[in-house]
Structures are given as structure tokens and as C-alpha cells.
């Protein structure tokens, strides 16, 4: 089943994008849309420890979570700031629905983010990202790499 396309954000608009709430069941549905856009829990850890550290940085203003809602109020497109400091931000865990992909809802949400880190006059990265096609059409470019280590 083909869900109904949203509709596009016209620059500046801010109909569409809203800020999170750290709550339980709102980061729930945040850790049950990336699971689902990733077909996988491996690249995260689990939700308690994963709820603890989120509600704690956004609690303290170190993130911050976007997201698009359907007409429903479904989650379906999400992004975080997952590290943010007076100087710089890191923009992670990007995901869409599946059923709402190919509607450049990502981008959307990536550039609102991107500019209003900015407008923050804060430094921009992205953690992670694969699919760096839609990153450099916003303007991102790849300026070095960084690893993860685990105990």
C-alpha cells in the first residue's frame, strides 16, 4: 500500500518539521523508526540505554530531534542533532519510513537542521552517512573521515 505523498516545505516554512519531545514514548517511536528504516537493531544499542543518553543530551541542550509527521501524527521522517555545542553541531540517525521514501522528506529535514545550525552560526557535520548523494546537494562535502572504537 502506497501512502498519500506529503507535501513539500517551501522555504522558510516551518509547517511539517517540528522539534521532538524527549518523553518515553516519543523517543520510542524515534528508536522504532530508525529499527524499522534499517531493517536492524545492530547499529544501535538498546532502547533503555538508547532513551537514558538521548533524553539526557536534549534534557541539557546537547540535541535536539526533528521529525515530519503524517496526517495521522506517524512518525515518518526523522533527524538529530546528536551532538551540539556553542560552536558546533552533528547531525546523525536520519531515517524515513519506508513507505514515505522518495519524497524527499530526508533532504527536507536535513536542510531545515543544516540551516538552523546555522543560523545558530554553528559548524555543521554529518555522523555516519552513507548515502551522501542527498548531503551534497544541500552543499555538504567531504572534508575527512573519523572511526568508532568500542570497548
Same mark, same amino acid.
Given at each position: 500500500m502506497r501512502c498519500r505523498p =506529503? @507535501?513539500? =516545505?517551501?522555504? /522558510? $516554512?516551518?509547517? /511539517? %518539521?517540528?522539534? %521532538? +519531545?524527549? &518523553?518515553?514514548?516519543?523517543?520510542?517511536?524515534f528508536y522504532s523508526?530508525?529499527?524499522?528504516? *534499517? *531493517? !536492524?537493531? &545492530?547499529?544501535? @544499542?538498546?532502547? $533503555?540505554?538508547?532513551?537514558?543518553?538521548? !533524553?539526557? +543530551?536534549?534534557?541539557?541542550?546537547?540535541?535536539? %530531534?526533528? /521529525? %515530519? +509527521? *503524517?496526517?495521522? /501524527? $506517524?512518525?515518518?521522517?526523522?533527524?538529530?542533532?546528536i551532538a551540539k555545542s556553542s560552536d558546533t553541531a552533528v547531525i546523525g540517525c536520519v531515517a524515513t519510513d519506508k513507505e514515505y521514501r522518495r519524497q524527499g522528506l530526508a533532504y527536507k529535514l536535513v536542510e531545515f537542521v543544516t540551516k538552523k545550525m546555522q543560523s545558530e552560526e554553528k559548524a555543521v557535520y554529518l555522523h555516519r552517512e552513507k548515502k551522501i548523494g542527498i548531503y551534497e546537494k544541500i552543499g555538504y562535502k567531504t572534508v575527512g573521515y573519523w572511526r568508532e572504537y568500542r570497548a
Open positions: =506529503l @507535501p513539500y =516545505l517551501k522555504e /522558510g $516554512e516551518k509547517r /511539517g %518539521i517540528s522539534v %521532538i +519531545r524527549s &518523553d518515553m514514548a516519543t523517543i520510542r517511536e523508526l530508525l529499527v524499522s528504516a *534499517n *531493517n !536492524s537493531t &545492530d547499529a544501535l @544499542p538498546k532502547f $533503555e540505554s538508547f532513551f537514558l543518553d538521548l !533524553s539526557h +543530551r536534549v534534557r541539557h541542550g546537547t540535541s535536539e %530531534i526533528y /521529525g %515530519i +509527521r *503524517n496526517e495521522k /501524527g $506517524e512518525l515518518v521522517s526523522a533527524a538529530a542533532v
